[in-house]
C-alpha cells in the first residue's frame, strides 16, 4: 500500500530553520502533486504549501509566504518543505499529502514545535 513517511521535524527556537521531508513509496510519484499540511492543537488543518507533478510551487499560506519553500526529488520519491525564519505559531502537527485527481494519501504527521 502507498505510504508517506515524513520527517525532519523537532524542536527549534524561534527564527530557526528546520527542513521537512516526506519519502513516498509504492505510488508514481511524479505524477503526483505533493503538498504539506500542518495542524496545530485546537485549530483546523491547513494547506501550507503546494508542489504540482511538474514541479511548479503554488498555493503557499500567506502566514509562510516569503520564509517557506517547498521542492521535490522526483528520482528520490521525497517532497521537502524548507522552514525559515520560524515562529512559535508555526508549532503545529506537519502531513504530507499526495494528490492525483480525486486520489489523496496522508501521512502520519511530523511534530514541530517553535519555543524558547
Known amino acids: 500500500q502507498v505510504q508517506l513517511v515524513e520527517s525532519g521535524g523537532g524542536l527549534v527556537q524561534p527564527g530557526g530553520s528546520l527542513r521537512l521531508s516526506c519519502a513516498a513509496s509504492r505510488l508514481t510519484f511524479g505524477h503526483y502533486d505533493m503538498s504539506w499540511y500542518r495542524q496545530a492543537p485546537g485549530k483546523e488543518r491547513e494547506l501550507v504549501a503546494t508542489?504540482?507533478?511538474?514541479?511548479?510551487?503554488?498555493n503557499f499560506a500567506d502566514s509562510v509566504k516569503g520564509r517557506f519553500t517547498i521542492s521535490r526529488d522526483n528520482a528520490k520519491n521525497t517532497v521537502y518543505l524548507q522552514m525559515n525564519s520560524l515562529k512559535p505559531e508555526d508549532t503545529a502537527l506537519y502531513y504530507c499529502n499526495a494528490r492525483l485527481l480525486t486520489i489523496r494519501y496522508w501521512g502520519q504527521g511530523t511534530q514541530v514545535t517553535v519555543s524558547s
Open positions: 508542489i504540482t507533478s511538474t514541479g511548479v510551487p503554488t
